[in-house]
């Protein structure tokens, strides 16, 4: 595998709540630009654990998470706050994600930085939503819109990648469709990389060009999507 | 038609004083040791209908309509029960399980405990039977559960705790409101399993609500399709997944095939709640719609074992 195409790159990450008994053991994997890799596994086999140690959330005990080949583990202080800018998250439940007192065009502004209202249209308008929403509260909006509106949060900061945690357990059938086309063709147009962490087959199967099987916090298998739709399509 | 252990007629749900409405002329039926699910999106009024059942709806709405739950060769009106004969019904009849189970569990009591509140007889009977409930719901070491307090167990878990809560009292009937949101495909797979085994052993009937196609295919005998209030389309599973009348069914149902999402583009469906028709509730999001959609509702068009609400199908 060509290493510049190379935007992610995961090394012996070993997270745990205590030395002894880690819940993520040595797990390494690669993410390639414009690619989209999905950690299937079961309820509490560690996959939000990953998440939350790429993001920073959680300090691990061993191992090292380089984005572009830089240790993003190891930056502090205001290098780390941009770095961490190209890494964006989109959690299970949109609510919990944006404050309920912010309009969204203020919880945009507030991603951005300083920019007009233009801007905010703008990332509206690239995860499917018009201007009318601007001056909206997040209690005003669906489930599914409110995913959009996080969707547009983390673009607002153009990031390299997104890591999509459990996106849309949340949504009912018709909603998870619709936003799996979103962020499928928001991922070909802008080139972007995902990081999908899931127990979903349907959005698995939807969404991703390479998967990882991970159990009791290991990396037990990795195939393509191909071979996870044949192994895992009759489980739906 | 199958002999119905619960039957919905025109069950109409009304929010006062706006007069919105809530549920519209829902009739449909849960067979004798059979599953009907209702699908639909979020807010299209599943949960409204399945708390009309137990008469659990809050103050301020205006319900109307027959509820019958089959009691030999008469029949109950839930709707028409007075408060003292509704508690008799909850639980013991007709069990309810909810999409968030930890929210309706004790935090402060461990869940053996809050089995053994339900089940009658001396301690060691009570004990023994609480037991035997978490073996029912397929736990592998029951006793694990029992000294766990409900904030402990993973989501799988509270879900199966909760059916052994709703399946304590040994209910006819069981209303299973999303019970599958959140849970991974084992879990579904697992509560598949206890679902058919409560069927055959205990003759239980369930009433599922859910967003859930896959599961609803899988377990389900009868499967209602449910779009801002009004049923559109109802009949036994095999009819609706094979050959769907209605086009927010055909949608529902293209939107489970892989196939068909791959090779769509951006001609994706959009749905417009906001803006309701005098005519039908579909008729501003459906690509068939005519001029007679947006002037009149549709009646109800039925066949033996098949209800659609839909122009299209008066015209064959």
Known sequence: MSRDNIILE????????????????????????????????????GKTTIAMAIL??????????????????????????EIRRRIQPIFQDPFLSLHPMKRIKTVLEDSIGRESGKSV???????????SYMDRL?????????????????????PEVLILDEPFTAQDHVTKVKLAVLLRDLKNKYNLSYLLITHDIFTVSFLSDRVLLLDQGKITETMTAGEFREKYIAEL | MPNYKLELKNLTVTALPAKKILVKNVSLGVAEEGVTAILGQSGSGKTTICLSVLGLLPQGLDITGEILLRRGKSSLDILRMKEGELHELRGKKVAITFQEPRRYMNPIIKCGEQLMDLVDGSRKEKLQKAIELLETVRFERPMVIFNKYPFELSGGQAQKFSLALALSKKPAILLADEPTTGLDYESKKELAMIYNDQ???????????????????????FVGVIFNGYLLEFGSKKEIFSDPFHPYTKQLIEATSLDRLFSMGNELWDYNFSLRSDGCIFSRSCKYSMPECFKNEPPEYRTEERMVRCFLFSRG
Do not use: W
């Open chain 1, 121 to 131: 249209k703008r990332y509206l308008n690239m995860v499917g939503l018009d201007a």
């Open chain 2, 199 to 221: 069927i055959e052993k205990n003759g239980l009937s369930i009433f599922l609500v859910t967003h859930d196609v896959y599961f609803a295919h899988r377990i389900a005998d």
């Open chain 1, 56 to 81: 920073g959330f959680i300090a691990p005990i061993y191992g090292m998470v380089l984005l572009n080949s830089i240790n993003i583990l190891k930056i502090r202080g205001r290098k780390r706050r």
């Open chain 1, 10 to 45: 995961v090394k012996h990450l070993t997270v745990g709540y205590s030395q002894k008994k880690p819940v993520v053991k040595d797990v390494s994997f690669l993410l390639k630009k414009g690619e989209c890799l999905a950690i299937f596994g079961k309820l509490g086999s």
């Open chain 1, 138 to 158: 997040p209690s005003q909006l669906s489930g599914g819109e409110l995913q959009r509106v996080c969707i547009a949060k983390a673009l607002c900061t153009n």
